[in-house]
């Protein structure tokens, strides 16, 4: 496996290997379509109205039903991707920033949410901002969590890490200095829920103007929520936004003390080094200037 060349995690991220799907889905718009309507028909009764194809790639099928469109439809060939999007979207019931889970199918892996039409402005500073916000609410889920899930949840926590071996990273002295201050700043109890698919299409408004983020396959309860703060950075300029890293690394670390973590910026910078070394990420892409 190879890493990552470009984008804002560039060296962090592995590339799955050829073949690594046993059975892929096909990339026809048309023929996946068809299939679609079959698996709407068979596993979602109730959902009527035209389909869609939005995305068709080996890995996942995304789909619009209505017109105008009143719920996305999506199809994974994995089992593990759509069982992590599933879960997905029960860590982050109570928080109300994913669109409403309709649906979903174990059988055929499919899952169906509320459609969103209207995506958000990341040039708008104060919606930036709000975006911030949104992700730091993830990441703090853990500590908001029912009695019932937080004991599911239990050998996710940032405890149980530092107690086991390090995963698949190159540096784990440099793992393990980084799960220690994520420890201090959350506390041992808390589960490192983050890595989620920021991009700008994919942060919508919910009808009441709150931000929502959806296609949340990539989201781990291992990796931290890091990787994300580099994401927002990257939007951030993309976005036209002045210091981005600056700025985002300051707003986040403001939303965390507004959620009642207390976690410096030295050591925000301190734990995303470590990070960089442990996983082999190339640059810092501005977010420690």
């Known amino acids: 496996m190879s ?3 470009a984008g804002p995690l560039a060296g962090a991220a592995r590339a799955r290997p050829d073949g690594w799907l046993a059975q892929p889905l096909g990339t026809d718009p048309a023929t996946a379509t068809e299939q679609a309507r079959t698996l709407l ?3 979602h009764p109730d959902v009527v109205g035209p389909v869609r194809c939005l995305t068709a790639r080996y890995r996942s099928a995304t789909f619009a039903v209505g017109h105008p469109p009143h719920a996305i439809f999506k199809w994974h060939a994995d089992e593990a991707a759509y069982l992590g999007e599933r879960l997905a979207y029960d860590l982050l019931a109570a928080e109300q920033v994913v669109p409403a889970l309709r649906g979903s199918s174990d059988e055929s892996r499919t ?3 509320g459609y969103l039409p209207d995506a958000a402005d990341l040039a708008d500073l104060d919606l930036f901002d709000d975006l911030i916000g949104t992700v730091v609410r993830v990441h703090t889920a853990s500590g908001r969590w029912n009695p019932t899930v937080r004991e599911a ?3 996710w926590r940032t405890a149980a890490a530092l107690a086991s071996d390090p995963p698949w990273v190159d540096d784990p002295k440099a793992w393990r200095r980084m799960l220690l201050l994520v420890a ?7 589960v490192p829920l983050g890595n989620l698919d920021l991009a700008a299409d994919h942060v919508r408004r919910h009808p009441d103007g709150r931000l929502a983020l959806i296609d949340v396959e990539t989201l781990r309860p291992d990796v931290t929520g890091l990787p994300d703060v580099v994401t927002l950075a990257y939007l ?5 936004h002045a210091h981005p890293g600056q700025w985002v690394r300051a707003r986040y670390v403001r939303h965390l003390r507004q959620a009642g973590v207390n976690w410096a910026d030295r050591d925000l910078i301190a734990a995303f080094t470590n990070f960089a070394e442990a996983t082999g990420l190339t640059s ?6």
Request: zero cysteines.
């Open 153 to 155: 949840m239990a050998r």
């Open 236 to 240: 951030a300029a993309h976005a036209g």
């Open 284 to 289: 810092l892409h501005g977010l420690d200037h």
């Open 184 to 190: 201090a700043a959350h506390g041992p109890a808390h």
């Open 3 to 5: 890493a990552i060349a």
């Open 41 to 43: 028909a068979l596993h």
């Open 111 to 113: 899952l169906l949410v």
